[in-house]
């Protein structure tokens, strides 16, 4: 096997039984959709959606100082966070860039899960070994270990309790607890990407196919389909929530990205990008930088990632996502744009799509909320 060939999640078989659509999403072979992304989208809105996510990067911190080490890795206040709660959180090079927005499960007084994004896993791996030295904490690769599914919707719990006597009731959102799911043993957490109340399962990878059945059956009254990246991503997209390589990258620090609120400047000791990150927070309370905004057409025409933003025939701001939202029932977009043209409603904004100029309307983010 070539080192160019994707890698392939436990349920790769599966997938392409399901006669899904496949496509190489950071060096994995994953479903792009396996019917109608609008449909899949609906479901996920509407009832239930099943998500192979295994593709994600789980790397474990363990020791007596694994919140020290992370709390000097990562912008957060790791060593904060209660066992069984989790954190968003990023992880910054020392010049402020976001190398990878995180999320960070604490399972254990001295244990803790973080998952990074498939495409950035090897280079956060790299970052926190490189900054465990000094640390009696270890850091280590658990790719390999583990298989995640997810169900997301309003019917995911009503599937989920079916399966297992975990208490769902009160797991809060940013929460993960231990349970056995379909007679599997698995972390069960709430830290969807949708917009939408849900469940995530991390499990061994042997579990995965067993675990897949058993929710597609349970979720085959009230609706639960399977869904692919596609539809992921529009469902994140609606629900204002910033994906790597598009709202973030290095060459942004989480000021300049309007997430300044997950930098903690008030925990102990320093961490990495400390000082650059201070500079950043006083130049955005100056003089705020490009700010993200949603952007709805008014017409039929799909804004697209790296197309300008413009306003009086000047470039005002970049796309950095667009689709069309099955919800709204119009082309959406996220965008940076100058701050002078930020405000919710402003007049004469527009995408440069192919030298036309079209019009959108200017909104604040989220596009969409659940009711809760």
Known sequence: MSSTEPRRTALDALHRSLGATMTDFAGWDMPLRYGSERDEHNAVRTKAGLFDLSHMGEIAVTGPESAALLDHALVGNIGGVKPGRARYTMICREDGGILDDLIVYRLGESEYMV??????????????????????????????????????????????????????????????????????????????????????????????????????????????????????????????????????STSLTPFDAGFGRVVKFEKEGDFVGRAALAEAAERAAAEPPRVLVGLVAEGRRVPRAGYAVVAGGEVIGEVTSGAPSPTLGKPIAMAYVDAAHAAPGTEGVGVDIRGSHEPYEVVALPFYKRRK
């Open 115 to 248: 998952v990074a994004n498939a495409s950035n896993a090897q280079t956060v791996l790299d970052a926190l070994v490189e900054r465990s030295a000094g640390f009696d904490a270890e850091v280590r690769d658990d790719r390999d270990a583990y298989a995640l599914l997810a169900v997301q919707g309003p019917e995911s719990q009503k599937i989920l309790a079916s399966l297992t006597d975990a208490d769902l009731d009160n797991l809060k959102y940013y929460a993960g607890l231990p349970g056995t799911v379909a007679g599997v043993p698995a972390l069960i957490a709430r830290t969807g990407y949708t917009g939408e109340d849900g469940f995530e399962l991390f499990v061994r990878p042997e579990h995965a196919v067993g675990l897949w059945q058993a929710l597609t059956e349970a979720g085959e009254g009230v609706g639960l389909v399977p869904c692919g990246l596609s539809c992921r991503d529009t469902l994140r997209l609606e629900a204002g929530m910033p994906l790597y390589g598009n709202e973030l």
